[in-house]
């Protein structure tokens, strides 16, 4: 009964749909990441002006800004790594455990769709991953329990 209710739900996992979801994610990724990168190199220009002109205060809160911005290329890039490590291992997700290669990067995934605002394809593979490997490795992953196999970096 369970899986009859989830075909006619729409929550079958597909293999083919997480694909295209996961190359989905990847191409918005690369917008993202030429967003942020255009708001740190301006930001980084801001900071040398600020400097040259001695306002000390002002430059210090713009470097702060610098930081954030160069966090979260960095978040983009260890999510661009996993989607690309889904789409080269998409094989493995015949069971209904999560195979051991792609805990982290799924786990991962997981918890940054909590923390990544305006990214629906990730929202969408979460969901995905949810419908596969149950509501209990969700929330292990997105609350960081004992085990959950979500990077140790991208806890920070």
Known sequence: MGKKLDYLLGRSFKISKLKTL??????????????RQVRCSHARTDV?????LGHQEPALLRVEYVIKEQNMLDVFLMIEAYC?????RITLF?????PDELKEAVSSLIFATSRCGGF???QQIREMFVSRFG?????RAAELQNNCGVNLKARI
Request: with cysteine; hydrophobic share 50%.
């Open 22 to 35: 996961v190359n989905l994610a990847i191409s918005r990724l690369a917008v993202l990441k030429n967003q």
């Open 48 to 52: 040398i002006q600020l400097l040259n």
């Open 84 to 88: 690309h490590l889904l789409i080269e």
């Open 94 to 98: 015949q069971n209904k455990e999560c």
């Open 120 to 122: 629906p394809e990730l």
């Open 135 to 139: 509501k209990e490795f969700a929330a």
